[in-house]
């Protein structure tokens, strides 16, 4: 079974930082392409960032400059730094992956982390 873990969420004050953690683990062969989501009480889940196998990255619009997504292949991790947060980064973050292929001929499609909580007070 895959599991992806996320973890670094917390409470922070605007203007500070946090770097959030999504490890995968299981018998895995490979992971596609890497995401952070992120969910704000009332709202729809939101793409942050992505960043595909061979490196590439794409931002929302409203965390570029400030966020900075990478990953460990060799850890089957993926990262979020989080700079100059604002009151309005409040959510729940969620890690995702389009693909993980795991010994034994399973691949999963879609999945998901469980999600961390960030807060940003004001």
């Known amino acids: 079974q895959v599991q992806l873990v996320e973890s670094g969420g917390g409470l922070v004050q605007a203007g500070g930082s946090l770097r959030l953690s999504c490890a995968a683990s299981?018998?895995?062969?490979?992971?596609?392409?890497m995401a952070w989501y992120r969910q704000a009480p009332g709202k729809q889940r939101e793409l942050v960032a992505v960043i595909i196998s061979g490196g590439s990255t794409n931002y929302a619009d409203s965390v570029k400059g400030r966020f900075t997504i990478s990953r460990n292949d060799a850890k089957n991790t993926v990262y979020l730094q989080m700079n100059s947060l604002k009151p309005e980064d409040t959510a729940v973050y969620y890690c995702?992956?389009?693909?993980?292929?795991?010994?034994?001929?399973?691949?999963?499609?879609?999945?998901w982390g469980q999600g961390t909580q960030v807060t940003v007070s004001s």
């Open positions: 299981g018998s895995i062969i490979s992971i596609g392409a």
């Open positions: 995702n992956t389009d693909r993980v292929r795991a010994y034994g001929g399973t691949t999963y499609f879609n999945y």
